[in-house]
């Protein structure tokens, strides 16, 4: 059957630089913030089959997380600052102030509440920022870590972490009496023989991606940590996991959907589609083609999310939505 037709693609933005973080996006309301290289692209998706551009935020090196306050946008931007810019005029956005992180190699970023946590690598953990005061941002912990942080997530009201060869940490923002909030650890689970890089929490599983002996995404039992399916693809796992109904579906950069199933079985689901010459999409009908590895990784799919019976994405160098055909395994299940 058919899962998913491809109805728009809306070319992005000319970044002026790639990165690792390219594709990330955060939806707030109608509105779609794309992380494309140096910029911030910002769309409306109110009509999902004709996006519009409402404008950009472009900087000089690379983005590699954001988050929104109303109407502030928080940029994290490689070995220099966290910026603050208001967007309450997209086309003319306001760079009013940073805080300064001059050579330090910043990664995610999540707010929670009136919270900010930013990921920083090799090995300087955590920085907290209280938001109280949106447009000004107070510095109130850095927290070393010994391993690098791959990846930041909310996990409900807890920070959840993906600690390379140290598996995963949560944290709690534990208030003190002198008004200097401090992340604490609240629980730490450990991936034998698996370096997570990004951590995916569902209702009660956690999918972690990274790299193990012979698998590059493992399932966990959320609440015990016990190890119940694991998969190698083809290429990478280049997309998040979401969680649809009793099942998970990801795709990897072999141009192939996978699916977990209930029993936490973990195989390919469909073939992808993928981008020719022409820059038209067909569709593989064949899931086990070899993966040609000179086709462009800029044809990968990235982020994801669900609206209704239609899945927005990042893929390659464009912003794509697709139908959700009736049947799909990206289907929500009608509540009994």
């Known amino acids: 059957m058919t899962h998913l037709k491809l109805i728009t693609r809306h070319p992005l933005r000319d970044a002026r630089q790639r990165a690792s973080y390219s594709g990330q996006i955060l939806v707030e309301g109608d509105r779609l913030f794309v992380i494309d290289g140096n910029q911030v692209q910002i769309l409306d998706i109110s009509a999902p089959l004709a996006p519009r551009d409402l404008g950009f935020v472009a900087f000089r090196e690379s983005v590699t997380g954001i988050a929104l306050h109303n109407e502030l946008l928080y940029a994290a931007e490689w070995m220099r600052a966290l910026n603050l810019v208001d967007l309450r005029d997209p086309i003319a956005p306001d760079y009013f102030d940073a805080r300064p992180f001059i050579g330090e190699r910043t990664g995610h970023v999540v707010r929670l509440g009136d919270y900010l946590v930013m990921g920083l690598n090799r090995k300087k953990g955590f920085a907290l920022f209280d938001l109280k005061n949106p447009r000004a941002p107070r510095l109130l912990q850095r927290l070393p870590m010994e391993q690098d942080i791959e990846h930041v997530i909310l996990d409900g009201e807890l920070v959840l972490i993906a600690n390379y060869a140290d598996g995963l940490r949560w944290y709690d923002i534990a208030p003190s009496d002198d008004d200097h909030p401090t992340l604490h650890e609240v629980r730490h689970l450990e991936t034998p023989d698996f370096k997570a890089d990004r951590v995916y929490p569902g209702k009660d599983r956690l999918y972690v991606v990274g790299r193990g002996k012979g698998c590059d995404i493992i399932v966990l039992d959320r609440h015990t940590g016990e190890r119940l399916g694991e998969v190698q693809v083809g290429g990478m796992v280049s997309s998040n996991v979401v969680e649809v109904g009793d099942q998970a579906l990801f795709f990897a950069s072999d141009h192939t959907c996978y699916r977990v199933d209930p029993d936490h079985q973990i195989d390919p689901l469909f073939s992808q589609y993928f981008a020719d010459d022409d820059r038209r999409y067909v569709e593989r009908t064949n899931i086990d083609d070899p993966y040609d590895h000179q086709m462009s990784r800029a ?38």
């Open 299 to 336: 044809d990968d799919m990235h982020h994801w999310v669900l609206r209704g019976d239609k899945l927005i994405a990042i893929q390659g160098e464009a912003l794509v939505v697709y139908q959700v055909e009736a049947g799909s395994a990206f289907a929500a299940p009608i509540p009994r």
